[in-house]
C-alpha cells in the first residue's frame, strides 16, 4: 500500500461450497478480450468476518484457510469452506518492539504467507503514512495459526534518501529453488531482489536490485507486487492508482509478463511494465470499486486473486474479493 496522498487508515482495516466463486459462465467471460475490465464479473460470494484490506491467504494440510491482512499485529481471520470467515487474535501476540522505529502507531501493513520445508513465513510491513522511511519484516510459523507468530527482524529497509520504498513484500520461491523478493510502492515503482533461503534475508552476495515496474511520467501509484510462474512464464500483478479513499479510491490490478524472473515484464500490447504497462485484471465497476492489495494462491480449483474492495453501497468499507483465475489464453482472466 503507497502512504502517498491518502487519508489515514481506520481501525476497520484490523467461503457455501466452492463453485459460489463462479459469478458468471465461463464460456461467456471467455468469449470477451481476455484481461479487460469487461471480462470481470462480481466477487465471489463470501460472508461474515470480511472487512479487510490487503489479504493474503494460504490452505492448510488440513484444508482450513489462513487470511492475513493490514492492521494492528496482523489482522486474521478463518474459513472451513473459502466462503463463510470468522475473525481471531492477530498474528502477534505481542507487537516486536523493532516496528515502533517506523510506525508511530505501531501496526504492519500488506503480509505476504506462504508455506515452504514445513514452515509458515510470513513477510509484512511497517511504515507510515506518506513516508518510505519504511522496513520489511519477517515472521515464522509452524502452524500458520494467529499469535503463534515468531519474528525474525527486519529484512528490507528504505529512508528519505532512498528512490524506493521498503513496502508490500512478496516471496517467490523459483523451480530451482532460487529465492526472490519483490516489493515497493510509489517513486521508483516495484524492486525485486535475491533471498538466501536459509535465512529467508537478503542474498550475501548476490546484492542486485532489480527493477520490474514503474510510472516514469504522471502519478507514480504503482505498488503492491505479486509473483507466480506458469506455463514456463513468469508474471508480475501489481495494483495501480489510488488506494484507501473508500469508494473515491481509483485502485485496479494490471499484469505482464516475462520469460525471466528480473523481466523486462510486458503487458499484451508489449508495452513494458516500467514504461506504465500492464493489462488490466480487476478494474471498478458498480458498487465494486478500487480492487487492489492483491495475492494469488493456487487452491484444488485453480488459482485464485485475493484482494480487497471499497463497497460504494457500504460506505466505501474495504471488503474481501475472491475470484478464480483462468489461464488458457495464455493471460489471467478472473471469473
Not at 29 to 46: E, Q
Not at 93 to 118: C, F, L, Q, T
Not at 155 to 161: E, K, L
Not at 229 to 253: E, I, M, N, P
Amino acid at each position: 500500500m503507497s502512504r502517498t496522498l491518502r487519508p489515514a487508515r481506520r481501525p476497520a482495516f484490523r467461503a457455501a461450497r466452492r463453485r459460489a466463486l463462479i459469478t458468471a459462465p465461463v464460456a461467456a467471460l471467455l468469449a470477451l478480450a481476455p484481461g479487460t475490465a469487461t471480462a470481470y464479473p462480481n466477487p465471489g460470494r463470501v460472508v461474515g468476518a470480511v472487512v479487510v484490506h490487503d489479504p493474503t491467504m494460504v490452505r492448510t494440510g488440513a484444508g482450513k484457510y489462513l487470511l492475513y491482512a493490514t492492521g494492528g499485529g496482523l489482522g486474521h481471520r478463518a474459513s472451513a469452506d473459502r466462503t463463510a470467515f470468522t475473525a481471531g487474535a492477530d498474528a502477534f501476540r505481542a507487537k516486536p518492539g523493532w516496528w515502533a522505529r517506523y510506525s508511530p502507531v505501531p501496526e504492519a501493513w500488506a503480509p505476504d504467507i506462504s508455506y515452504h520445508g514445513g514452515t509458515y513465513l510470513m513477510y509484512y510491513s511497517v511504515s507510515s503514512f506518506g513516508s518510505h522511511d519504511s522496513a520489511i519484516g519477517l515472521a515464522t510459523s509452524a502452524t500458520g495459526e494467529p499469535e503463534s507468530w515468531a519474528d525474525q527482524g527486519v529484512v528490507v529497509t528504505s529512508t528519505a534518501s532512498d528512490d524506493f520504498n521498503a513496502i508490500d513484500p512478496n516471496l517467490f520461491v523459483d523451480d530451482d529453488g532460487t529465492w526472490w523478493l519483490s516489493f515497493g510502492s510509489w517513486w521508483t515503482g516495484i524492486k525485486l531482489i535475491r533471498l538466501d533461503p536459509s535465512t529467508g534475508k537478503p542474498h550475501p552476495t548476490d546484492t542486485a536490485r532489480h527493477s520490474l515496474a514503474s510510472r516514469p511520467t504522471g502519478t507514480k501509484a504503482v505498488e503492491a507486487p505479486y509473483l507466480v510462474k506458469r506455463g514456463g512464464r513468469y508474471y508480475l500483478f501489481a495494483s495501480y492508482d489510488t488506494c484507501c479513499a473508500g469508494a473515491s479510491s481509483t485502485y485496479k490490478v494490471k499484469v505482464g509478463r516475462a520469460t525471466s524472473v528480473t523481466g523486462p515484464y510486458l503487458d499484451r500490447n508489449g508495452v513494458p511494465m516500467t514504461e506504465n504497462g500492464g493489462t488490466p485484471v480487476l478494474e471498478s465497476h458498480g458498487r465494486y470499486i478500487g480492487p487492489g492489495g492483491q495475492s494469488i494462491m493456487s487452491d484444488t480449483d485453480g488459482d485464485l486473486i485475493v484482494y480487497h474492495y471499497y463497497d460504494r453501497d457500504d460506505n466505501g468499507t474495504p471488503k474481501l474479493g475472491i475470484n478464480l483465475l483462468d489461464w488458457s489464453t495464455g493471460w489471467p482472466v478472473a471469473h
